[in-house]
T-cell receptor, first 115, second 111 residues
Framework: GAGVSQSPRYKVAKRGQDVALRCDPI?????LFWYQQALGQGPEFLTY????????KSGLPSDRFFAERPEGSVSTLKIQRTQQEDSAVYLC?????????????FGDGTRLSIL | QKEVEQNSGPLSVPEGAIASLNCTYS??????FFWYRQYSGKSPELIMS????GDKEDGRFTAQLNKASQYVSLLIRDSQPSDSATYLC???????????FGTGTRLQVFP
């Protein structure tokens, strides 16, 4: 399809395990964003890329969170030594242009549950 | 003050009525604003973007921006039960491309 694709849709992990979440943005979209959404809340910014450059990672909650986009298209968000508070929906969004504050288009998200 | 604030609702309106959703923002938010609709268990879907003072209309939706009052609203005319969802207001952060979201307002349109 033409939209943002995220996988897996659901992930269950035991506390302490590492997880990797994948995002495939809309083709040609330069900017890619990761957000975390807790139940009943709005999405909270984690990090974003322009092409392969990670320009802002100020929202990553700890050094257990790591994101990369090595070739400027697909991105992976990795969480090491998961904790129960990491349980949330992780949303990926992409936007077309380099100029700031352009509309972002979201994928369906990965619902992460840490047991 | 939170950077983007919304009343969590629920806002209940009868079918055919106008639903009015409101959002205020702080000085830490730039002048670009977006309304997203989110159905339960689904991802946010962009409905409207607005960048300048005044009204912007698209079908049954009208976004309004008042920079002096730091206020953004979304009007939905002829509300339908299928409009029942959570509506997220988002503003662009200053000096970065990230969006800052409110907590969302849950809208219920009853037949």
């Amino acid at each position: 399809g033409a939209g943002v694709s995220q996988s897996p849709r659901y992930k269950v992990a035991k506390r302490g395990q590492d997880v990797a979440l994948r995002c495939d943005p809309i083709s040609g979209h330069v900017s890619l964003f990761w957000y975390q959404q807790a139940l009943g809340q709005g999405p909270e910014f984690l990090t974003y890329f322009q092409n392969e450059a990670q320009l802002d990672k100020s929202g990553l909650p700890s050094d257990r969170f790591f994101a990369e986009r090595p070739e400027g298209s697909v991105s992976t968000l990795k969480i090491q030594r998961t904790q129960q508070e990491d349980s949330a929906v992780y949303l990926c969004a992409s936007s077309l242009v380099l100029q700031g504050n352009q509309p972002q288009h979201f994928g369906d998200g990965t619902r992460l549950s840490i047991l | 003050q939170k950077e983007v604030e919304q009343n969590s609702g629920p806002l209940s309106v009868p079918e055919g009525a106008i639903a009015s959703l409101n959002c205020t923002y702080s000085d830490r938010v730039s002048q670009s604003f977006f309304w997203y609709r989110q159905y339960s268990g689904k991802s946010p879907e962009l409905i409207m973007s607005i960048y300048s003072n005044g009204d912007k209309e698209d079908g049954r939706f009208t976004a309004q921006l008042n920079k002096a009052s730091q206020y953004v609203s979304l009007l939905i005319r002829d509300s339908q039960p299928s409009d029942s969802a959570t509506y997220l207001c988002a503003g662009g952060a200053i000096n970065t491309d990230k969006l800052i979201f409110g907590t969302g307002t849950r809208l219920q349109v009853f037949p």
